[in-house]
């Protein structure tokens, strides 16, 4: 059976450059792997066949010879060293782990060219901020104190003692990871004698251990703009846990809540104010004085006749918006008392007005004529 063109087999085009190639074996290594076509008895074959075509194609000499001869320049020992392209374990191998770092490097922390970094950057921090609506309303200027891992200062933060420098991992030659043959799968695990940092310090710092940084409380001062609302988060940005071995600091994130206050409601940037007022003050009209968050003091109309949860609007006195220059609005919400432990006088005084009002409850009149029609229907 004639053999199938190296170029078709990958599904690339005659004359592809090598990542257009790379990428196409990937691709076929994805759907052809043996481990997830167990129902298909050809994968293996196709698979193999793949990693043949790779072999060959990656090679810039044997792409060339390919190019000018087909199968033919590898047969016979033209160009090929005797040896048949993808023939062996130990070349499959080498072809796929050209692109194993494609397929799994991220899950395995790194890609293969070169030593990993070995300074890491430190975890963000998370910091819960309690503060008052009247400091929501103003802004203000807050110190905390936080718990974090901070760069070491005996060995600025290399983790060697002395000024040494880590030495290269003799395990892992630097790389972080190591790979074992497992068949003819490649298995790539993080290197057991650095723990992937890809080197090792002979005289670890006496201070950190080698880890280059040491748990510190430290103080920060934290700008907190007016109108912040429960769950506003502020970054402060590298404040975070120090990196190990001298790598770049995480950044420390503000969560910002906002306590409940006695007095007033929020609604974003509008608050709400319940306000208790008498009978005679609600049926007569009248002022009353009413506190607003800036600490300040506004007097307030109050209709006569007005029924409770009736509203009233201060405008400009809510709270100030997060973003922009606008500000809320303040609603007052009359709460109408019904006087409690009255004296014999009082209870006179109000039988005679309930006898004298009478008509003036309209609400109250109109209610009870339509009771009375539901009555009269229901005994028809």
């Known amino acids: 059976m004639a053999?199938?063109?190296?170029?078709?087999?990958?599904?690339?085009?005659?004359?592809?450059?090598?990542?257009?190639?790379?990428?196409?074996?990937?691709?076929?290594?994805?759907?052809?792997?043996?481990?997830?076509?167990a129902d298909n008895p050809e994968a293996e074959a196709q698979f193999k066949e793949a990693n043949e075509a790779y072999e060959v194609l990656k090679d810039a000499e044997k792409k060339a010879a390919y190019d000018r001869f087909g199968h033919a320049a590898?047969?016979?020992?033209?160009?090929?060293?005797?040896?048949?392209?993808?023939?062996?374990?130990?070349d499959f191998a080498s072809a796929f782990s050209d692109v194993f770092d494609d397929l799994f490097g991220d899950m395995m922390g790194g890609?293969?060219?070169?030593?990993?970094?070995r300074a890491t950057r430190g975890n963000d921090l998370r910091y819960n901020l309690r503060i008052s609506l009247e400091d929501a309303f103003s802004g203000m200027q807050k110190t905390i104190t936080v718990p974090a891992a901070v760069g070491c200062g005996s060995c600025n933060g290399t983790g060697a003692e002395g000024g040494s420098?880590?030495?290269?991992?003799?395990?892992?030659?630097?790389?972080?990871?190591?790979?074992?043959?497992?068949?003819?799968?490649?298995?790539?695990?993080?290197?057991?004698?650095?723990?992937?940092?890809?080197?090792?310090?002979?005289?670890p710092c006496t201070t950190c251990h080698g880890a280059g940084r040491v748990e510190k409380e430290k103080s920060l001062s934290v700008n907190i703009p007016a109108g912040v609302e429960t769950g506003t988060r502020i970054r402060l940005a590298s404040e975070?846990?120090?990196?190990?071995?001298g790598g770049p600091a995480g950044d420390l994130y503000i969560f910002i809540e906002v306590q409940d206050h006695a007095l007033f409601e929020r609604e974003q940037t509008n608050l709400f104010c319940r306000v208790p007022v008498s009978i005679a003050s609600a049926?007569?009209?009248g002022e009353i004085e009413v506190p607003t968050?800036?600490?300040?003091?506004?007097?307030?109309?109050?209709?006569?006749?007005?029924?409770?949860?009736?509203?009233?609007?201060?405008?400009?006195?809510?709270?100030?918006?997060?973003?922009?220059?606008s500000t809320g609005d303040m609603f007052i919400e009359l709460a109408v008392e019904t006087p409690v432990n009255l004296t014999t006088r009082q209870r006179e005084i109000l039988k005679e007005f309930d006898k004298?009002?009478?008509?003036?409850?309209?609400?109250?009149?109109?209610f009870f004529k339509t009771v009375k029609g539901f009555w009269d229907s229901m005994k028809g």
């Not at 590898?74 to 130990?90: A, I, K, L, V």
């Not at 890609?111 to 970094?117: F, M, T």
């Open 111 to 117: 890609g293969r060219g070169g030593a990993r970094n």
């Open 240 to 245: 975070g846990e120090a990196g190990m071995r």
């Open 165 to 203: 420098e880590p030495q290269t991992c003799p395990t892992c030659n630097g790389m972080g990871k190591v790979r074992a043959q497992q068949g003819f799968f490649t298995v790539e695990r993080t290197c057991p004698t650095c723990n992937g940092m890809g080197q090792t310090i002979k005289d």
């Open 74 to 90: 590898f047969e016979g020992g033209m160009g090929g060293g005797g040896r048949r392209p993808g023939g062996g374990q130990g």
């Open 293 to 325: 968050i800036d600490g300040g003091r506004s007097r307030v109309k109050i209709p006569e006749g007005s029924q409770s949860g009736r509203q009233m609007r201060l405008r400009g006195k809510g709270m100030p918006a997060l973003r922009g220059n």
């Open 283 to 285: 049926a007569l009209g």
């Open 356 to 366: 004298l009002s009478e008509e003036n409850n309209p609400n109250g009149s109109k």
């Open 3 to 37: 053999k199938r063109d190296y170029y078709e087999t990958l599904g690339v085009a005659k004359g592809a450059d090598a990542a257009d190639i790379k990428k196409a074996y990937r691709q076929k290594a994805k759907e052809l792997h043996p481990d997830r076509n």
